[in-house]
């Protein structure tokens, strides 16, 4: 195919250009640079082969290949293992995916059947919307975290549906806002048919006294029908899981195309995820330092009479409204040593072009001390 025919597609990559919205896969970043971009938020990833030996005597015989879906695999004992272990932990049933993208395709495409109308927070993952698109489902969003405006959807629209399921993200991956969980609990129970369905992708690790999430910190994650986590952020791992009743679980067994025909994770990948998993359950300090570090950080910003949104975790974003402007900064920022990247639309609306700040616990004070100094710099210059 040549000429003529590939016109349209670069046509389609000028126009990004134009507006300073054309990416490509960057390259490693030095080693020298401070991280603030990537989603490592307990530093297990940074601490690289640290775990080899130990993961090597708990899974000798985990290899890297499955070489089959789950539904074919003849080896399955280290996802059995894994899977054991998050039952243990939520007390329900695990399934695990290959990634959360995964995992949010088929679950949502699957539980699409007739009868069923979904209700999304505006700024749920666009993994989410894809498995509406696949299983051509029903669904309304509304405003972002606005339980007023659910309430008026739900009333509209509710009684006239077999079942009602509200999706929401814990911690959005650009705000670093949270979902009002204990709220969301409470209105599950004056709507009859209601099933809530959690994204926990960004609070797996981060929050809750075992690292199981934010739903674990309030004590909301039993109202939540359907949990999402992903081991590929603060778990320094791949892959997902789905925490849901056994009804459930034995449903998307059966109708999540994304499981069903998929070949599986490489069995050595669920036995680090274990290991990861082992390991967040008793990282209580790291965890508060991670909230210490955000605190300064949203303070200092603020001090320098800058937005953050409504950010209260993690992720901290510098919110700058303007897609090329925010990409000097970033560039800037490379300059003296910060690795922290331009987010632009379409995966932020037009308007609130930003840098996103994702920190992690091997950052030290001195490190957003340093950060704010710079920031302070460029901004002035």
């Known amino acids: 195919m040549t000429g003529k025919a590939l016109d349209g597609y670069r046509e389609v990559l000028d126009r990004l250009e134009s507006e300073s919205r054309r990416r490509s896969v960057r390259g490693d970043a030095s080693e020298e640079m401070t991280d603030m971009s990537s989603n490592d938020y307990l530093g297990l990833g940074a601490r690289g082969s640290e775990f080899d030996a130990e993961l090597s005597a708990l899974c000798p015989d985990a290899g890297f290949t499955s070489s089959a879906s789950r539904l074919l695999a003849g080896r399955q004992s280290h996802y059995r293992m894994l899977e054991s272990y998050l039952e243990e932990q939520y007390g329900r049933p695990a399934l695990l995916f290959n990634s959360g993208y995964h995992a949010n395709v088929g679950c949502a495409s699957a539980l699409a059947i007739p009868g069923t109308l979904f209700v999304a927070d505006k700024a749920i993952h666009a993994s989410v919307l894809d498995g509406f698109a696949v299983g051509k489902a029903d669904f309304r969003r509304f405003t972002h975290n606005d339980m007023d405006a659910l309430r008026r959807i739900l009333d509209r629209h509710a009684a006239g549906y077999e079942r009602v399921i509200v999706v929401v993200e814990s911690i959005y991956s650009m705000d670093g806002d949270e979902a009002p969980l204990q709220e969301l609990a409470a209105i599950k129970r004056e709507y009859p048919g209601l099933l809530l369905y959690l994204d926990e992708a960004h609070g797996v690790g981060v929050r809750g006294s075992r690292g199981l999430g934010l739903a674990e910190e309030l004590g909301v994650a039993d109202d939540f029908d359907l949990i999402v986590g992903t081991f590929g952020k603060a778990l320094a791992s791949a892959g997902a899981f789905v925490i849901a009743s056994p009804l ?117 004070e001195s490190n957003i001390s340093t950060l704010l100094a710079v920031l302070k710099t460029i901004l002035e210059s």
């Open 248 to 364: 459930l679980i034995d449903f998307l067994v059966n109708t999540a195309r994304s499981f069903i025909f998929s070949t599986a994770l490489p069995p050595v990948c669920a036995a680090r995820s274990l290991l990861m998993m082992r390991k967040a359950a008793g990282m209580e300090e790291e965890r508060r330092h991670l909230a210490r570090l955000a605190d300064m950080l949203r303070d200092g910003l603020h001090r320098m009479g800058l937005s953050t949104g409504n950010s209260t975790s993690q992720i901290v974003p510098l919110i700058v409204g303007d897609a090329a402007r925010t990409l000097r900064i970033s560039a800037k920022l490379r300059e003296a040593g910060f690795d922290a990247l331009a987010i632009r639309r379409p995966t932020v609306a037009a308007g609130t072009e930003r840098i996103r700040f994702s920190l992690n616990s091997s950052l030290s």
